[in-house]
C-alpha cells in the first residue's frame, strides 16, 4: 500500500464531491451528531434521518430531553426500535444537564461515561462534531480495511478488534477526522458495499489488496450465519363500550414501559386462540371470548422471526377493572387517542392494519 497521505487525499478528495446531505451535516452541532449516531445503530441511513428530523421538532436541544416524560420520548422514538437507546439518551440528557451544564463533552472518555454510548459512537461524536483526532471503527470501516488491507480476519473476533482500530489510528489525517471518518463510513456505504461492491468508481481502488488478489468476495472473511428463530405469539384487542383496553408492560420487561394488547407466546398444542384466552386470565383475571380474527403481523428481529396472530375480543364477565400481573398499569381509551401511545412493533403493525381496513 502507499504511502498513507496519498490514500488519505484521494478519500478526502471523493467524499467533498459524493457526500450524502444528510440532516445532520448542516451544522454539525454536537447535540445533533450525538441524537444521529444514536439512531443510526443498526438502522438504515435513510429511515434514521425521517426519524431524525421528527425527532429535532420534538426535542430540539438536551433540555426538552431532560424535562420530558418517559412516555413521550419513547412515543417520539416509536418505531425505531431497541427502545432501551431511547431511555439511555434520556438518562444523558439528565446527566449533561446536572454535570456538563447542558453541554456535551468533546473528550472521549467523558462520553464513555454516558449511559448508551460505547467505543465507536464516543469516536464517532467527539471526531464528527469536534473535529478531534480520535479514530473510529464501525461495520462499514471493517468492510473496507478488510478488503483494502486483504485483513484474513473473522470481523468482531478480538484480534480483528484491535487490528482494525489500530489502522484506524494510523491512518487518521490529522485534523481532518470529522471528514475522513465519515469518508470511510460513506466509502463503505455506497461504493465498498457487502454485495456488488463498485469497484471500478472506488477512489481506493488503486490500492486494494483484495482486488489485486481477486479476494473482494471473500472479505470481510465471512461469519457463521445467525440461525432465525421463529416464534408464535398471539395478543387480542378488547374493545368495551367504546373504548379500547391497553396496558404498559412493566419497566424492567423486554419493550419496558411501551403499551400493548395483552397476549403471550403460543404454547405447544395450543391454538391461537387459545393462548389469547389464557394469556388474558393469568395477565388481568380477565374472562375473555374470541370474536373474530384480524389479521397475523410479522416482524423480524436480529435472531428472531415474530408472527404476532391477532383477534377482537370481548368481555365474558361483569366489570371492567383487571388484576394486573403482568403490566405497571392499565387503561381504558377511546379509540381516536391510540396513537397517543407508544406500542412494540408488531402491536404498532396491528393498529395500522386496523385504521387501514377501517376496523377501529
Not at 482486488?211 to 472473511?221: G, K, M
Not at 404454547?267 to 389464557?278: F, N, P, S
Not at 381504558?332 to 392494519?353: C, N, T, Y
Amino acid at each position: 500500500m502507499p504511502k498513507h497521505s496519498a490514500l488519505q487525499r484521494s478519500l478526502l478528495s471523493w467524499f467533498s464531491k459524493n457526500q450524502r446531505e444528510l440532516p445532520w451535516r448542516k451544522n454539525y452541532t454536537p447535540y445533533e451528531i450525538w441524537i444521529s449516531e444514536i439512531m443510526l445503530q443498526q438502522t438504515q441511513m435513510d429511515r434514521a434521518a425521517l426519524f431524525f428530523t421528527r425527532w429535532m421538532k420534538t426535542f430540539p436541544d438536551i433540555p426538552s430531553i431532560a424535562a420530558a416524560s418517559e412516555q413521550r420520548v419513547l412515543k417520539c422514538w416509536e418505531g425505531l426500535g431497541y427502545y432501551s437507546r431511547a431511555r439511555n439518551i434520556q438518562k444523558s440528557a439528565v446527566i449533561l444537564q446536572d454535570t456538563f451544564h447542558g453541554t456535551i463533552p468533546c473528550r472521549r472518555k467523558e462520553l464513555l461515561s454516558l449511559p448508551g454510548i460505547g467505543p465507536y459512537t464516543a469516536g464517532a461524536i467527539a471526531s464528527i462534531a469536534f473535529n478531534r483526532d480520535v479514530p473510529v471503527v464501525d461495520a462499514n470501516i471493517e468492510r473496507v480495511f478488510a478488503r483494502l488491507m486483504n485483513i484474513d480476519l473473522v470481523p468482531g473476533s478480538p484480534e480483528a478488534k484491535k487490528l482494525f482500530w489500530k489502522k484506524a489510528e494510523e491512518l487518521l489525517p490529522r485534523g481532518e477526522a470529522r471528514n475522513f471518518n465519515q469518508a470511510l463510513m460513506e466509502l463503505g456505504a455506497l461504493i465498498c458495499r457487502p454485495r456488488q461492491p463498485q469497484c471500478a468508481d472506488c477512489p481506493l481502488s488503486k490500492n486494494c489488496l483484495a482486488l489485486q488478489y481477486d479476494l473482494i468476495a471473500e472479505r470481510p472473511v465471512p461469519k457463521k450465519s445467525t440461525k432465525i428463530i421463529p416464534i408464535e405469539m398471539a395478543t387480542g384487542v378488547l374493545v368495551h363500550r367504546e373504548r379500547i383496553y391497553i396496558q404498559q408492560r412493566l419497566k424492567d420487561d423486554v419493550w419496558g414501559s411501551l403499551w400493548e394488547f395483552p397476549g403471550g407466546r403460543i404454547k405447544q398444542d395450543e391454538t391461537a386462540a387459545q393462548a389469547v384466552i389464557r394469556e388474558y386470565a393469568e395477565e388481568t383475571e380477565f374472562t375473555v371470548q374470541i370474536q373474530s380474527e384480524i389479521t397475523t403481523t410479522i416482524h423480524h428481529y436480529t435472531r428472531y422471526k415474530v408472527s404476532l396472530h391477532c383477534f377482537f375480543v370481548r368481555l365474558a364477565q361483569n366489570g371492567s377493572d383487571p388484576v394486573l400481573h403482568a403490566a405497571q398499569q392499565f387503561c381504558w381509551i377511546p379509540i381516536e387517542q391510540i396513537d397517543q401511545f407508544a406500542f412494540p412493533a408488531g402491536h404498532r403493525k396491528l393498529i395500522e392494519f386496523m385504521k387501514k381496513h377501517e376496523l377501529l
